[in-house]
């Protein structure tokens, strides 16, 4: 599969594989989805997965910030994520979603966040994601405490890269706090 930005009029003809993925969208909805995504494709953050010349599957990246410790920190929103129903369960959305946080890191956004709206997906860990920070629910709730990734990686409560390491201490170091979504 190609991946790569999208047109405009790439976008446009989405609507069906968008409809498969998400449900049917009025007329007049999706052309006021068209005028808000229009920006975020002639910026290049719309991809598609392309299979003899067909769009088959799609990702976008939303310019967000996440707010941690009185700081915002910039974060590529995923969304968007759609693989046509004849080619599900081939990999193609992992394609396509590593593309679209490969393209977070060219924006230099550190953070990311992908919300999964079908129950029945699934997600799973990728052994090529060596520059992700991993942490489980313990280390998770000691980074947001304060304590610095150092600290969690030589407890075994961090794994993968540690390019973003200062940007996470710098964040979270100020004042400690409670997660209130455990």
Known sequence: ????????????????LRRQ??????????????????PLVEAGRCLGGFLDGRVVATAHVNDQRQWWRGRALPLGGVSGVTVAPDLRGRGLARAVVRA???RCAELGLPLSMLVVTDGAAAL???ADDADAVRLGPRGL????????LATLRRAGL?????????????????????????
């Open 158 to 182: 961090a794994a993968g890269g540690a390019a973003h390491d200062d940007a996470l201490d710098a964040a979270f170091a100020a004042d400690p706090f409670a997660l209130d979504f455990f």
């Open 141 to 148: 709730a000691a980074l947001y405490a304060g304590v610095p």
């Open 1 to 16: 599969m190609e991946i790569r930005a999208l047109t405009v009029a790439e976008f446009a003809a989405t609507r069906d």
């Open 124 to 126: 799973e860990r990728s």
């Open 21 to 38: 993925a998400f449900g049917p969208v009025p007329d007049d909805e999706w052309e006021r989805s068209l005028a808000r995504v229009r």
């Open 100 to 102: 679209v946080l490969d």
